[in-house]
């Protein structure tokens, strides 16, 4: 395991912790990117870095799980205290912000 996927895990588990004791809520992030379909897998990779990298520069817990690439939008879910923090996580990564949706609640196909 490289030190990069160690410390992913560590965070992790830590934000687990802290989501299941404290005040954490999940995001769905909408962000206007012409041609995000189109970007390389390298391209992807530094947008996947710059995510990773300005998430552990926080004090308090925050974690950028995953995203969805569509024709000209990225969907992102990040977990935060607050919508406050995933702007000012935006602003530092470089990345723009079109809409921020706290989750409520999440079915699945385990509800069926």
């Known amino acids: 395991m490289s030190d990069m996927e160690s410390e992913l895990c560590f965070q992790f588990y830590h934000l687990l912790f802290t989501i299941k004791n404290c005040c954490m809520k999940k995001f769905v992030v ?25 998430a552990h520069k926080f004090e308090k817990p925050y974690i950028w799980i995953e995203s969805f690439i569509a024709d000209d939008k990225i969907f992102c879910i990040h977990i935060a205290e607050s919508e406050e923090m995933i702007r000012e996580h935006s602003k530092m990564a470089k990345f723009p912000v079109n809409t921020i949706s706290e989750v409520k609640t999440i079915i699945d196909s385990s509800i069926i």
Do not use: C, D, T
């Open 30 to 54: 909408e962000r206007n990117f012409p041609g995000a379909a189109n970007l390389s897998a390298e391209e992807l990779q530094a947008i996947a870095k710059a995510f990773f990298e300005v």
